[in-house]
C-alpha cells in the first residue's frame, strides 16, 4: 500500500522533565514536506479506512479477437472493499441487463461472451468507477474494438515490361486492417523471393528495384498480407514482369524513388520508434549512408536495417529532432535527400498526484505536472466529477496543475483525478486524500539487540506510525537524552545513528514516540564488540621436500562472539590429503612435494566481520648451503602517541624484522574516523634508520595512525593502528577556493565556491558568510550566511552591475581568515538602445560602408558583443514594386566590439536596398534602428539570356537573342561580333555591330557557303559593356542542296529491291507448277484434320490457332507443357498458383483470393496411370515460416 502524505504544519521543539531533573530534548520530525508512509504490516492496516485506488486495469486501446469472449479488466483495492460499476460512450452501462455480459464477483472485471452475438455491438469506450463511502476512483477511457482482416479489393493487373537497367516498382496497397496486416512478397510455389541491395520491400509493402536485370523478368510476383489476431493470410493477384535486354546497359547516376523531391518531413512522437526511409534507382547499384545533420546518431539506440535503406531510432527523445541526410552512391556519383525530423510528446509524467494521508486541521497538496508537446491541458475532477461541478469546499483551492487543501477535517476523505491531454493522448491519475487521526505505534519490535564492531557505525531503528506524524526521542539507558550532534545523528524517519560506536556506547536505548492523541515508547539494545584481529599472521616458508612447513595464524578476537578459522590455499578449499593437519592456531602440512606450493590464507570469521593473512610455500631441494631469500619486512610494531599538542604530536614503533634487506623508509599513514572512516590517507614518510615522526596535526579530527616499512622487495603490511587522538575544534584555517560571481538572469547574481571538505572545516557547524557590495559605490557590505551550500543567488539587483563579492568560512568556533575580494557581475538583460545616425557610403555597384552612432554604455545593459548589421534588397531601380520578384534573403554581418562602423559584401548594381542595426550583448540583440534605404549605381549588364541561329542557308543566316536576366542598370543597346573560322588556330576578319536595345534579332547576308561563323554578342549599359555570350553556326554547302533532286531510279538500294521481287514470283511459278503434277493427292493426316473436332484440337501456345498433331509417339508432351521427373503429365503453372490447392470444393478460399487455415490438396488424374491421389503442401504453414 503505497500511501503518502504531505503535512505542511510546522514542529516546534518541546522540553520535558525525566528522573532527577534531567532535561530531555525531543527531537521532532518536522511535518513541513514531510511524508507518512503506512507500512504493509497486517496489525496496522485492520480497521485503516482508505478510498478506493485502482490496481489493475486494461490497456487504453483493447483490441479483441472476436473468436474469443471479451475481457476489460478493473481491479481496486479500499477499506471498506469498493463497489465498481461501468460506463460505456459515456453513458450509464447496466450490467444485469445483458446476459451475455458477467461482473465478476468481487472485482470490477467484465467478461463479456460475444459467441453467437455480433462482436460489433460492444465496440466502444467503457470506464470503470470504483466505489466506497471515502470516495470514487476512476479507470481510463477504454476504447474496445474488433480485429479486422478486410477483403483484397478487386482489380486488374496489367503485365509490366520494362527496360534492363532501369528503376521499377511494384505496388502491393494492402487492405487497411484492425491491426495493420504484415505484409511479405513470394512467388507462386509459396518461396520468399530474395532481397538484397537492389531488391527492396518499402515500409508500406511496395517493392522496389533500383535498376531491373534480365533475372527479374517472372510472372508470379505475389504481395501477400497476414493480419495477426484472425491468422489469416490474404494474397494480390499475380504481378507479371517483362525485361527487355539491351547491350550495352545505359549506367546512371543515383536518385531517390522514395521520397521524392530534395527534401521531405516526419513527425514522432517522444518514446517512440521512428523510423526513415529513403529508396535509390541508378546503376550501378547504389550505397545508402546516413548522417545527422548538426550532429550524431545516437550510437546506443540506432540500427540500420533493410541494407542500410531504413534508419530506425528508439525510444525518441526531444533530442532526436532535426535534419536527417541519407546519400545514395555508386561511382557516376552522389545524390542527397534531407529528411526534417521534428518530435512531439503525449502527455507524459513529471510528477504524478499522489495519495495523501492527513490529520485533521492539517493541510495537504496534490501537484500534477505533466509535459508533453504541445502543452498538455490539466483538468481536476473530484471522485469522478469535474472539481467546478462538484460541491463547493472552502478549504479546496484549485491553482491549474496544484491542488490545495487547507484545514481538512475528520469526513472529508475524497478521490482526485489529475486529466492531463493534448492532441496526442492523455494521461489520468487518481489520487487519494484521507483524513485520519491515529496515536502513535512503534513497528520496530521491542527489545531488539543490535551488535557492532567498534569504530562501525550503528543504526538503532525506530518505525513508526500515527497521524499527525509522531516525533521521535532518544534517550540513552532511560536518563541521558540523546541531542541530534556528535557521535549521534538522528534522521528523519526516526533512526538514531551513532557514526563511530565505541565501547562506552553500549547499553539500553529508549524511543517515545508522541503526536496529540498519544505517546508510544520502545526499547532496544547496543553490543559494542571487539575487532577481529589476527596477531600473528602466516609467514613466507622455504620447505625442503619431505619436510613438514608450519604456518602460524594466532587470533584475538571478542569473547563473546565465536570465531571459525578457515584455510584457503590459491583462494580455494584445501586438498583433501591427510597430510594437511589443522589446529586452532596453525597449519601443519607433513611430506611436502613440488605440488603443495603456493599461497595459503587463514581467515577468521564470527558472525559481525573477519580478518585474514596470507603466506606463501615454496618446496625447495635438499641443498648443503641454504639460499639467501629476500622478503618484504614486516611491519613495525608498538605505535606509540607522545608529546601531544594541539596542532602535532610524535609517533615512535618498533621496526619488523626486514629479513635480509634493509628498510630503505617507513611510511605513516592516517585515518579520520570522524570524517572519512576507513579510508587510509598518505601522510609523510621518514629514512628507514628513524623509528619517530613528528606529525603535524588538523583541528577536529578523530586521528588514528599506522606505518609500512620498504625494502627493496616492496612494501611491508601495515602495522596494527595506533590508539585513537582526537585533535580539539578550531576556527577554519582556510576560506572557500574558486569564488565566482555571475548572473544568470536580469538583476540576479550567483554567487557559488568550492566548499571546505570536513578535514578542512577544523570544527562543526560549518558555514559560509557571503558577502557583497556594489562596485565603485559607497555602501556597506550586504551578506548571509549559507550551510550545507555551494552557491547563493541574490536577486532584485541592478542589471549588469559589477560586484565585490567575499566568501569567508566560519565554525561553531569562529571565523576564518579574511577572505579575498573578487569582481563579478549581475545578470544582463536585453539591450534597451538602438543605434542612432545610420549613413551609408556607396563606394560601387557591389560594396557599401554603413556607419553609425554607438549607443551609450549604460543602454546596453550587459557586456557589449558588436553590432549586427540587417540589409535586404528590396527591388532593382529598373522595376516598379509591381515588378519586382518576392523579396531576396534578408542577409546579416555582425561587426565584433565597439565598432562605429563596417563594409557590405555582395550588393547587386542598380537596386533599392533597406538596412538596419541591432546592437548584441551577451543576453542577445536589441531594437532595431530606423530603416534606411539606400542605392547602388549602375554596373555593366550581364550576358544576354540566349542566342539562337535560325534559318542557315548558302549565304546568310538569322540571329536572335534575349536581354541579360542581370540588367545591373539601363540597357542601351548591343554590339555583336563575328568572324569566320578558317581552322582551328586562325580565324578570319572581325565584323562589329551595334544593335538598338530594342532590336533583338538580324539576319546576315552575303555570308560565304560552307564556313564555320564565331559570334560574340553583348550587351551595354552607361557603365560599359558586359560578358559576351558566344555561339558557332556553319552555313549550307551546296552539295547538300543539290542532292534533294537525284533520281530515285539511280539508287542503289531501289535496283535491289526490285531484283529481289522478281526472284520471289520466279519461284511461286515454280511451285505451283509441281502441286499441279501430282494429281490432288494430300496425306491421310490432312484428311483427319479435315474432319477433326475442333474443340479438342490442340492451341498453339503462340497465337492461339489450332497446330498439327505430332508424328511421335501418342503420349508425348504438349508444346510448352512440363514433364515431371516421375513420367506424368502435368499442365503448365498457373499464373495464380494457390488456384491449385482450392479446386474441388474442399478448399477455404475467400471470393477475392485470401484463404484461412490448412488448405486441401487437389486431386490429378493420370490418363495412364489410373485415379491416383496426392496431397499439396499446406501454403499457411509455408507462408508462416517467413513471417
Known amino acids: 500500500m503505497d500511501l503518502a502524505v504531505l503535512h505542511l504544519n510546522a514542529g516546534e521543539n518541546t522540553m520535558r522533565s525525566v528522573g532527577s531533573g534531567a532535561v530531555l530534548l525531543v527531537i521532532l520530525v518536522s511535518h513541513v514536506a514531510s511524508a507518512l508512509e503506512v507500512p504493509l504490516d497486517p496489525k496496522v492496516l485492520e480497521g485503516l479506512p482508505q478510498p478506493p485506488t485502482i490496481t489493475l486495469q486494461s490497456p487504453k486501446d483493447y483490441i479483441f479477437d472476436p473468436r474469443e469472449n471479451i475481457v476489460i479488466h478493473c481491479e481496486a483495492k479500499g477499506k471498506p472493499h469498493p463497489s465498481f460499476s461501468w460506463t460505456r460512450n459515456g453513458s450509464h452501462f447496466d450490467v444485469e441487463q445483458d446476459s451475455k455480459v458477467l461482473l465478476k464477483p468481487g472485482s470490477g472485471t467484465l467478461v463479456i461472451d460475444i459467441s453467437g452475438e455480433k462482436a460489433e455491438a460492444y465496440e466502444g469506450t467503457y470506464q470503470c468507477t470504483a466505489h466506497n463511502d471515502h470516495g470514487t476512483a476512476v479507470s481510463n477511457n477504454i476504447v474496445i474494438r474488433q480485429s479486422r482482416s478486410p477483403l483484397w479489393s478487386k482489380e486488374r493487373l496489367e503485365a509490366i515490361t520494362v527496360q534492363m537497367g532501369v528503376s521499377m516498382v511494384l505496388p502491393c496497397r494492402p487492405p487497411a486492417g484492425l491491426p495493420p496486416p504484415v505484409i511479405f512478397w513470394m512467388d507462386n510455389i509459396f518461396q520468399k523471393l530474395p532481397l538484397d541491395n537492389r531488391v527492396s520491400q518499402a515500409l508500406n509493402g511496395d517493392l522496389y528495384f533500383s535498376n531491373v536485370l534480365p533475372e527479374d523478368n517472372r510472372n508470379d510476383y505475389i504481395c501477400y498480407a497476414r493480419f495477426p489476431y484472425t491468422q489469416t493470410i490474404q494474397q494480390k493477384q499475380p504481378i507479371s514482369v517483362t525485361v527487355l535486354q539491351t547491350n550495352p546497359t545505359v549506367e546512371c547516376r543515383p536518385g531517390f524513388m522514395t521520397p521524392l523531391g530534395a527534401t521531405s518531413t516526419k513527425m514522432v512522437l517522444r518514446g517512440d520508434t521512428l523510423e526513415l526511409e529513403c529508396i535509390a534507382e541508378g546503376l550501378p547499384t547504389p550505397e545508402m549512408s546516413w548522417q545527422k545533420d548538426g550532429g550524431e546518431l545516437p550510437s546506443s539506440r540506432v540500427s540500420f536495417l533493410n541494407y542500410k535503406k531504413t534508419l530506425k531510432i528508439v525510444d525518441v527523445g526531444e533530442a532526436d529532432a532535426g535534419d536527417y541526410t541519407c546519400a545514395a552512391t555508386n561511382r557516376l556519383g552522389t545524390a542527397h535527400h534531407v529528411i526534417k525530423v521534428t518530435v512531439k510528446a503525449a502527455p507524459f509524467w513529471i510528477s504524478a498526484p499522489r495519495n495523501l494521508i492527513l490529520a485533521p486541521n492539517e493541510t495537504g497538496i496534490l501537484t500534477c505536472r505533466v509535459s508533453g508537446d504541445p502543452k498538455p491541458d490539466i483538468s481536476w475532477f473530484v471522485n469522478g466529477v469535474p472539481i467546478e461541478n462538484a460541491p463547493e469546499d472552502p478549504t479546496r483551492k484549485v491553482d491549474a496543475d496544484t491542488v490545495v487543501l487547507s484545514r481538512v477535517q475528520s469526513g472529508s476523505s475524497a478521490v482526485y483525478q489529475c486529466n492531463a491531454s493534448n492532441e496526442f493522448g492523455y494521461l489520468l491519475a487518481n489520487a487519494f486524500v484521507s483524513v485520519l487521526a491515529e496515536p502513535p505505534r512503534v513497528l520496530t519490535p521491542p527489545n531488539r539487540v543490535y551488535q557492532v564492531i567498534t569504530n562501525s557505525p550503528a543504526l538503532l531503528h525506530c518505525a513508526t506510525f500515527g497521524s499527525p506524524i509522531p516525533t521521535i526521542t532518544w534517550f540513552k539507558d532511560s536518563l541521558i537524552s540523546i541531542k541530534s550532534e556528535d557521535p549521534y545523528v538522528i534522521h528523519e524517519n526516526g533512526t538514531l545513528e551513532i557514526n563511530v560506536a565505541q565501547s562506552q556506547n553500549s547499553g539500553k536505548y529508549t524511543c517515545i514516540a508522541t503526536n496529540n492523541l498519544g505517546v508510544k515508547e520502545n526499547h532496544v539494545f547496543l553490543e559494542v564488540k571487539e575487532p577481529t584481529r589476527i596477531l600473528k599472521q602466516p609467514e613466507y616458508k622455504v620447505a625442503q621436500r619431505g619436510t613438514s612447513a608450519v604456518f602460524e595464524c594466532k587470533v584475538k578476537h571478542d569473547p563473546s562472539l565465536v570465531p571459525t578459522m578457515t584455510w584457503l590455499k590459491n583462494g580455494g578449499e584445501l586438498p583433501d590429503d591427510e597430510r594437511f593437519e589443522v589446529d586452532t592456531d596453525s597449519l601443519v602440512i607433513k611430506d611436502v612435494t613440488e605440488e603443495d606450493e603456493g599461497t595459503y590464507t587463514c581467515i577468521m570469521n564470527t558472525t559481525l566481520d573477519r580478518d585474514s593473512a596470507s603466506a606463501t610455500l615454496t618446496v625447495v631441494e635438499a641443498t648443503p648451503t641454504p639460499a639467501i631469500f629476500y622478503e618484504k619486512p614486516d611491519p613495525p610494531t608498538d605505535l606509540e602517541l607522545t608529546d601531544q ?146 552557491h547563493l543567488v541574490v536577486s532584485g539587483l541592478p542589471v549588469y552591475v559589477p560586484y565585490e563579492i567575499k566568501v569567508q568560512a566560519l565554525n561553531d568556533y569562529g571565523n576564518g581568515p579574511e577572505a579575498e575580494v573578487v569582481i563579478g557581475y549581475s545578470g544582463e538583460d536585453l539591450p534597451r538602445s538602438a543605434p542612432d545616425g545610420v549613413l551609408v557610403t556607396v563606394h560601387n555597384s557591389t560594396t557599401a560602408q554603413v556607419h553609425w552612432e554607438p549607443v551609450s554604455p549604460h543602454s546596453v545593459r550587459g557586456k557589449l558583443k558588436g553590432y549586427k548589421v540587417y540589409y535586404r534588397r528590396q527591388r532593382g531601380l529598373h522595376e516598379t514594386e509591381e515588378e519586382a520578384d518576392q523579396e531576396s534573403e534578408e542577409q546579416v554581418v555582425t561587426f565584433s566590439g565597439n565598432r562605429t562602423e563596417g563594409r557590405l559584401p555582395g550588393l547587386q548594381p542598380y537596386s533599392l536596398y533597406i538596412i538596419f542595426i541591432r546592437v548584441l550583448n551577451s543576453k542577445g540583440e536589441g531594437p532595431q534602428s530606423q530603416d534606411k534605404q539606400f542605392e547602388t549605381p549602375e554596373g555593366v549588364p550581364g550576358p544576354p539570356s540566349f542566342l539562337n541561329v535560325l534559318n542557315p542557308s548558302l549565304d546568310s543566316l538569322t540571329l536572335e537573342w534575349g536581354p541579360p536576366l542581370h540588367k545591373n542598370g539601363r540597357l542601351i543597346g548591343y554590339t555583336l561580333q563575328y568572324q569566320p573560322v578558317v581552322n582551328t588556330t586562325e580565324a578570319g576578319p572581325v565584323t562589329v555591330m551595334d544593335f538598338p536595345v530594342n532590336e533583338t534579332t538580324v539576319t546576315l547576308d552575303n555570308l560565304n557557303s560552307s564556313v564555320l561563323y564565331k559570334f560574340h554578342l553583348s550587351a551595354k549599359t552607361v557603365k560599359g559593356a558586359g560578358a559576351n555570350l558566344t555561339k558557332e553556326a556553319s552555313t549550307i554547302m551546296e552539295s547538300t542542296v543539290a542532292s534533294r533532286h537525284v533520281d530515285i531510279a539511280t539508287q542503289g538500294w531501289f535496283i535491289g529491291l526490285m531484283c529481289a521481287i522478281a526472284l520471289l514470283i520466279l519461284v511461286l511459278l515454280i511451285v505451283c507448277f509441281i502441286k499441279r503434277n501430282k494429281g490432288g493427292k494430300y496425306p491421310v493426316k490432312e484428311k483427319e484434320e479435315a474432319h477433326q473436332d475442333p474443340e479438342i484440337q490442340p492451341m498453339k501456345e503462340d497465337d492461339g490457332t489450332f497446330g498439327e498433331y505430332s508424328d511421335t509417339e501418342d503420349h508425348k508432351p504438349l508444346k510448352g507443357s512440363r514433364t515431371p521427373s516421375n513420367g506424368t503429365v502435368r499442365r503448365d503453372e498457373s499464373d495464380d498458383s494457390l488456384v491449385d490447392y482450392g479446386e474441388g470444393g474442399d478448399g477455404q478460399f475467400n471470393e477475392d483470393g485470401s484463404f484461412i487455415g490448412q488448405y486441401s490438396g487437389k486431386k490429378e488424374k493420370d490418363t495412364h496411370e489410373g485415379n491416383e491421389s496426392s496431397e499439396a503442401p499446406s501454403p499457411v504453414n509455408a507462408m508462416n515460416s517467413f513471417v
Open 645 to 790: 599538542t594541539e596542532r602535532s604530536v610524535q609517533l615512535t614503533w618498533f621496526p619488523g624484522d626486514e629479513h635480509n634487506s634493509p628498510t630503505q623508509k617507513f611510511l605513516i599513514q592516517y585515518e579520520d574516523l570522524l570524517h572519512r572512516p576507513g579510508v587510509w590517507v598518505n601522510m609523510t614518510e621518514v629514512a628507514g634508520t628513524s623509528a619517530t615522526a613528528q606529525l603535524e596535526l588538523s583541528p577536529y579530527v578523530y586521528y588514528s595512525f599506522r606505518v609500512l616499512a620498504k625494502n627493496q622487495v616492496g612494501y611491508s603490511r601495515a602495522s596494527q593502528p595506533s590508539r585513537q587522538y582526537r585533535t580539539n575544534p578550531a576556527a577554519p584555517d582556510e576560506n572557500p577556493s574558486d569564488v565566482q560571481g555571475k548572473g544568470t538572469e536580469p538583476g540576479n547574481l550567483v554567487i557559488s565556491w568550492t566548499s571546505l571538505t570536513g578535514f578542512q572545516s577544523n570544527g562543526p557547524g560549518l558555514e559560509y558568510k557571503v558577502l557583497w557590495r556594489q562596485r565603485h559605490v559607497d555602501q556597506d557590505w550586504s551578506s548571509k550566511t549559507v550551510a550545507n551550500g555551494s
